[in-house]
């Protein structure tokens, strides 16, 4: 006697362990569903996903982050629509593309890269995501904002616990009360410093942010404070597991890996595929503004909608052998994977894709060919197999890799 698949718990430790079996079963059976722990209702399939961050009827708000993240952040861009959005939106954009980011920022990336890669080129083995993937990024966006370096630690600490209570869906109180402390701690560091950057400004983008203007509009302390604490949770979070995944998902296939040695011009297929296949983040909470039909079922107006990019992201529908990890795959586009015309879900879409996309792929790219030039004959340690870890952002733990040593 056969019995009826069940709905999977995605707050479950199976569903933890491995949520794409779970995915496929979502896709298939319950494409849209109420997860009542939660509170909301959980889409999985590509279309629906697309069609949620796309948003092109303005059917969908970004109001959950009134709760989702403002305990943490404070008020931030992610929260604003309409003009507001628009306006805050151009304050911000410029540093993040085109000439600022080729010419102040990428000696930045490379410098803080180098410098890391330093530390363990002699040594035979690293741990990716300890002494590289985690420090990275964080470094970098320091080094941006103009902000001390020796601070790194209190940095990742306030990073962590953001991410800790973006994630906490099962609601443990105590990683809430350690989220909300962070908002109040890193406002005591930041607001000193960016009064004095209005009165002095100098050439990081902290100064920038704070004297940028746009019709007649600028930021507020709160505004620039609240962006600086997204962007080093956000972009100091998902980085950190980018480079890690990249490198996880090509030693499980050296061929590829080889290729990309061989080409570094495959670096941006292999940063697309990685996004797709094992994406940083798994899930994007929207506000339903009022009913929405979907496949499966209708979104009350008032819902929250869970978006699962990691269940999106390999749908059969949308991708050929989506369960396989192919930096060659036709059916994804390199030229346009970082930006709001991408083929995965990764950045989300629309007006609220992921405006340090851009920063992510020079970050990205200038790591891993530093990586691979300090590590011939790269290949994980003897036993080791990699593992994610994670539901709301997911990624390798730790990475622990052997090669043989070159000299700086």
Known sequence: MSTAPQVPDILSPGFEANPYQAYRLMRDEFPLFQHEATGSYVISRYDDVAYVFKDRKGEFTTENYDWQIEP????????????????????????????????????????????????FRAS??????????SRFPVNVIADMLGLDKADHARFHGWYTAVI??????SG?????????????????????????????????????????????????????????SLLLAAGGETTDKAIAGIFANLLRH???????RADRSLI??????????????????????TDVALSGGTVPAGATVTCLIGAANRDESRYRDPGTFDIFRT???????????????????????????????????????HLLDAMPDLRLADGFDPVEHGVFTRGPKTLPLRFTPVSP
């Open 124 to 133: 035979g083995s690293v741990d990716l995501v300890a002494d590289y993937a």
């Open 254 to 260: 050296p061929e590829q890996l080889e290729a990309v």
């Open 331 to 369: 059916d994804l586009t390199t030229t346009t994977a970082f930006s709001a015309a991408a083929d995965h879900l990764a950045f989300a879409l629309g007006r609220h894709f992921c405006v340090g996309a851009l920063l992510a792929k020079a970050e990205v790219e200038t790591g891993v060919g």
């Open 72 to 119: 943490v952040h404070g008020r931030t861009i992610l929260q604003l629509s309409g003009g507001e959005h628009a306006v805050r939106r151009a304050l911000v954009a410029p540093a993040f593309r085109g000439s600022d980011l080729r010419e102040k920022f990428l000696p930045v990336i490379e410098r803080n890269s180098r410098t890391l890669i330093d530390g």
């Open 172 to 228: 443990d109180p105590e990683v809430a009360r350690a989220g909300e402390r962070t908002r109040v701690e890193f406002a005591e560091y930041m607001l000193p410093i960016i009064r004095e950057r209005r009165t002095n400004p100098g050439d990081d983008l902290l100064s920038t942010l704070c004297t940028a203007e746009v019709d007649g509009v600028r930021m507020s302390d709160e505004d620039v404070k609240a962006f600086c």
């Open 268 to 289: 941006p297929q292999a940063f697309a595929e990685t996004l797709r296949y094992t994406p940083p983040v798994h899930m994007i909470m929207r506000q339903a503004a």
């Open 164 to 169: 800790a209570f973006l994630g906490n869906l």
